[in-house]
């Protein structure tokens, strides 16, 4: 069992910056991938970020790439999100979620999160 806690939700200005953090705690907790997914009102969840047990292996959603920075400290358990740049569409709430690969973490993650949300306004 994995257990997942968010922190570091809050509001934004648009081009403003948040950075996410989630506590992961458990067995085996840093073999297993990470990832950032977020739910925009009226939308459905979708995958952001992930990394791998060993940082080797990110993916992004095309639209954060360049804005949105993932990352982990194994020796702290602990997963950030790091946000510059925000823009309205980044509002929703963001779920820590945690899987055997990057691609479960994607697509079908086995542990979750509560979430934090974040809001971007003018």
């Known amino acids: 069992q994995v257990q997942l806690a968010e922190s570091g939700g809050g509001m934004a200005q648009i081009g403003g910056s948040l950075t996410l953090s989630c506590a992961a705690s458990?067995?085996?907790?840093?073999?297993?991938?990470v990832g950032w997914h977020r739910q925009s009102p009226g939308k459905e969840r979708e995958f952001v970020a992930g990394?791998?047990?060993?940082?080797?292996?990110?993916k992004y959603k095309d639209s954060v790439k360049d804005r949105f920075t993932i990352s982990r400290d194994n020796a702290r358990n602990m997963v950030y999100l790091q946000m510059i740049n925000l823009q309205p569409e980044d509002t929703g709430v963001y779920f820590c979620?945690?899987?055997?690969?990057?691609?479960?973490?994607?697509?079908?993650?086995?542990?979750w999160g509560k979430g934090t949300p974040v809001a971007v306004s003018e």
């Open positions: 990394i791998s047990g060993d940082s080797s292996l990110i």
């Open positions: 979620a945690a899987a055997e690969s990057i691609t479960f973490v994607r697509a079908r993650p086995q542990y």
């Open positions: 458990g067995q085996n907790v840093n073999w297993h991938s």
